[in-house]
């Protein structure tokens, strides 16, 4: 619970009306003109500790002109109708300071089992109507009567001594809840109470009802265990003009502009006002930060419900030890109309519908799509296979080679261009030479060198999101008769040539350096703008922007040094690139350290960070074409050859949620999944 002192209070009063539009507050209160053993005052200094910007204080309606009778102890002046709303109207102190709360009488009534809370800042007086009625009498009264009737812990049931059975049951009739205009989530409930209160929330909304969310305070004495836990439960209301008067706050309630939390919990940069008016967008973005006041001492859930149901790709589960959580959520699966949606972080904090009436739907394009690995099949030959993202629908598509490299694709998916080892006959080899292939006829065709020459090797070409350039990486070889060849894929150590960055038209015209200050870079991968190209040193990854004519080292180290940092890929909208790196340096070929790292990071160099660690050689690696997750291809046989190979799915967003979509002893090469466009 938040802890004033003077100063802070004081620092509060000057700085409270540049606070952002929500606001929290105690609802659902009780003091000594009921059940409760606090005063007045005592209710609002502890709703103003608690850093409560409002309270509704409901005491039992039932017992406000009864007290005195039931409770001789109560002071005359704390009983009575005509005595209830003088009493609070006091300003709130904390000690002798004053602080800007605003105080709201209801009550609350009891019906059978079920208790009712009348939220409103209307003077309350003795009403036939309200005593020895039903509960749906009651809610229809208090909607005559201008105030918001919530139903109180609506499914609450504990052990008693003092009760028949040894139960107290709080339950509230769902048959007889019409005209209901909020329901209380948050009380002294168990998980089992709690899930069942937001099922049957979801449960109104889904029948057309608009109904808002609080979050029940409900303390009766200070002397209670679990007192302290209760003032931490909030209401937050939204407000555009605040001006501390009760109407409009009751009014923001009126309009749905709540979410209720618990053990201190509160949201911040929530991009939609939940509320019961529509708001016009074109597509479904949900960002927020949920913020704790310490750290969370077991996991979090954070869930999207849309029109009643759960979302299941927006489940993000988090590690405990947090005190902030980012949350991202693209729905790219609704449809175009209106739609109402509820933000739950499961026994922590809910909010009221968030209505949205969505004029375009997200780009077909950017859906799962399938992943594209190269694997030998039954008989050890390399041939191209296709699966989908969830381990389903493996498919063979055609033959690879041995020597043919990963293939770029071009935009409108009817060219493939790969590069391939050229061998003697002896198995000596000679170069690497760069083709296209027609993907609608299979016929192939040399685009680098246009003319043979075994002096010119071209490897690792990508093509430009755009179809316009290849980008490769280019060796010159000596003439065969000069080189000192091994037999095999390799020539000797001595004979291998510098390494450059070239670049051609994609039909292999006008081909030529990109910048001689790109040596020895590897693995060029275009930006999704054609504005810059990415590449790795295997320590390093540099960015070379096309435009400026500049080069960029994110990793701050010398090309040389530090450890791997290798098969990255840029993100479809190109805000992020991915990358592998272990933990220590290590020079090509060597595979002493096999455990990786999945790191993220902006095109500018800020915001690096791991999220995976510690993952057993990391081979390859894309993005999904939504972003929302990244394919890993895992190669475990450089470790242990008979341990195979799987491929895995990473939620970036919740990168616990990992899972393997398929497992195989033969050989995997290479994988593609954004990057893949091929019908």
């Not at 009575?80 to 009493?87: A, L, T």
């Not at 019409?178 to 989530?185: A, F, P, S, Y």
């Not at 009766?220 to 209301?237: L, N, Y």
Request: aromatic share 14%; glycine share 6%; hydrophobic share 35%.
């Amino acid at each position: 619970m938040r802890s004033w002192s003077v100063f802070s209070i004081a620092l509060f009063l000057l700085c409270v009306s540049a606070w952002a539009e929500w606001y929290p507050g105690i609802i659902h209160t009780h003091s000594t003109f009921s059940d409760s053993d606090r005063i007045p005052e005592m209710v609002m200094e502890e709703a103003a500790r608690s850093g409560a910007l409002f309270v509704i204080i409901t005491d039992h309606y039932e017992q406000i002109d009864s007290s005195k009778s039931v409770r001789p102890d109560v002071p005359k002046k704390d009983f009575g109708f005509e005595n209830y709303k003088k009493r609070f109207s006091g300003v709130p102190t904390i000690g002798d300071v004053p602080v800007p709360l605003v105080v709201i009488t209801g009550a609350e009534i009891t019906t059978g089992s079920s208790h009712t809370l009348a939220l409103g800042a209307l003077s309350f007086k003795d009403d036939r109507f309200l005593k020895q009625n039903t509960q749906q009498g009651v809610i229809d009264r208090l909607n005559e009567l201008g105030f918001l009737p919530t139903a109180a812990h609506p499914h609450f049931q504990c052990l008693s001594l003092l009760r028949p059975w040894g139960i107290t049951r709080y339950l509230y009739d769902k048959k007889n809840a019409n005209g209901l205009c909020g329901v209380e989530i948050f009380n002294d409930h168990n998980w089992k109470q709690y899930t069942q209160t937001r099922d049957w929330y979801l449960s109104l909304l889904s029948g057309g009802n608009d109904v808002f969310v609080t979050s029940g305070c409900d303390s009766h004495s200070g002397g209670e265990p679990k007192d302290v836990d209760r003032w931490t439960r909030k209401t937050w209301v939204w407000s555009e003009d605040w001006d501390w008067t009760s109407g409009k706050l009751i009014e923001a309630i009126r309009k749905g502009q709540t979410y209720a939390s618990n053990y201190g919990a509160s949201l911040e940069n929530l991009n939609y006002i939940p509320g019961f008016k529509v708001q016009e967008i074109d597509r479904a973005e949900f960002q927020f930060t949920v913020v704790f006041e310490k750290e969370i001492t077991s996991s979090k859930t954070v869930q999207i419900y849309r029109d009643g149901k759960l979302l299941t790709e927006s489940i993000h589960q988090y590690p405990k030890g947090l005190k902030k959580i980012e949350y991202f959520f693209k729905d790219d699966q609704v449809q175009v109309g209106k739609h109402w949606y509820v933000v739950d972080v499961e026994g922590v904090l809910i909010t009221s519908p968030i209505k949205l009436r969505i004029k375009q739907p997200f780009s077909r394009s950017t859906g799962s799509g399938k992943i594209l690995f190269c694997m030998e099949d039954e008989n050890n030959v390399p041939f191209l296979y296709t699966i989908n993202p969830d381990g389903s629908g493996l498919a063979k598509w055609m033959q690879w080679s041995y020597y043919y490299s990963k293939p770029t694709f071009s935009p409108d998916g009817k060219q493939m261009i790969f590069s391939s080892t050229i061998l003697k006959s002896d198995g000596v080899f000679l170069t690497n030479f760069i083709y296209s292939m027609n993907l609608s006829t299979g016929q192939t065709k040399r685009i680098f060198p246009l003319k043979e020459d075994y002096t010119q090797s071209g490897n690792f070409p990508q093509i430009s999101p755009d179809g316009k350039k290849v980008v490769f990486e280019y060796q010159r070889y000596k003439p065969l008769w000069l080189r000192k060849s091994i037999p095999g894929y390799s020539t000797s150590k001595d004979q291998i040539p510098p390494q450059r960055i070239w670049i051609m038209n994609s039909n292999g015209n006008c081909a030529g350096l990109l910048n001689k200050k790109l040596d020895d870079l590897e693995f060029p991968v275009w930006s999704p703008n054609c504005k810059q190209i990415v590449f790795s040193t295997f320590t390093s990854l540099v960015v070379y922007d096309l435009t400026k004519k500049v080069w960029y080292n994110l990793s701050g180290q010398r090309w040389s040094d530090g450890p791997n940092q290798i098969r990255q890929e840029w993100s479809p909208a190109g805000d992020w690139i991915v990358f592998m790196s272990s933990d220590v340096a290590e020079s090509p070929g060597s595979y002493t350290h096999m455990w990786h790292d999945l790191y993220l990071i902006r095109p500018d160099g800020s915001d690096r960070h791991m999220i995976v660690g510690d993952v057993r050689y990391i081979d390859d690696l894309d993005w999904s074409k939504n972003a929302r997750e990244i394919a890993l291809l895992l190669n475990n046989e450089y470790m242990n050859p008979s341990s195979g190979c799987k491929l895995e799915i990473v939620n970036v967003q919740n990168p616990s949620l990992r899972r393997t979509i398929f497992q195989t002893d033969r050989s995997i090469d290479w994988l593609m999944w954004n990057t893949y466009n091929s019908n």
